[in-house]
Nanobody, 125 residues
Framework: QVQLVESGGGLVQAGGSLRLSCAASGRTSSSYAMGWFRQAPGKDREFVAAITYSGGSTYYADSVKGRFTISRDNAKNTVYLQMNSLKPEDTALYYC??????????????????WGQGTQVTVSS
C-alpha cells in the first residue's frame, strides 16, 4: 500500500503561481510513476501531468503545457507540480496518483493504483 498526501493548494489571483506537493509513504520502495489529475465542479476528473520514476520523461495536458512543471525527489518520496501563470479555469481539486504499471501511458485514471485525497486550487480573476 502507498499513501499519498497532497499539500500546497490555496487561493491565488490569475497570473499567480502555486507549488503543489505530494508526499508518499508506505510501500515507497517500488518504482512508481506519478501523476497529477484535477477535477473542477461539475466536470470529470482530467489528466494534468505525469512523470516516470526516474524523472526522465514527463507528460502534460495541452491545457497546462508551458505553464506547469512536474518534478520529483525520490529521496524525499515527494512529487511536485509547479503551476505558473494560473488561470481561473485551473480552479479544481488537484489529486496526485501513483502508477506501478510499466506500460502505462500515464494519462488515464485506470492506470493508477493509488490516489491522494486532493488539494483545492482556486484561481480568482
Amino acid at each position: 500500500q502507498v499513501q499519498l498526501v497532497e499539500s500546497g493548494g490555496g487561493l491565488v489571483q490569475a497570473g499567480g503561481s502555486l507549488r503543489l506537493s505530494c508526499a508518499a509513504s508506505g510501500r515507497t520502495s517500488s518504482s512508481y510513476a506519478m501523476g497529477w489529475f484535477r477535477q473542477a465542479p461539475g466536470k470529470d476528473r482530467e489528466f494534468v501531468a505525469a512523470i516516470t520514476y526516474s524523472g526522465g520523461s514527463t507528460y502534460y495536458a495541452d491545457s497546462v503545457k508551458g505553464r506547469f512543471t512536474i518534478s520529483r525527489d525520490n529521496a524525499k518520496n515527494t512529487v511536485y507540480l509547479q503551476m505558473n501563470s494560473l488561470k481561473p479555469e485551473d480552479t479544481a481539486l488537484y489529486y496526485c496518483a501513483a502508477s506501478g504499471s510499466s506500460v502505462a501511458t500515464l494519462t488515464l485514471e485506470y492506470e493508477y493504483d493509488y490516489w491522494g485525497q486532493g488539494t483545492q486550487v482556486t484561481v480568482s480573476s
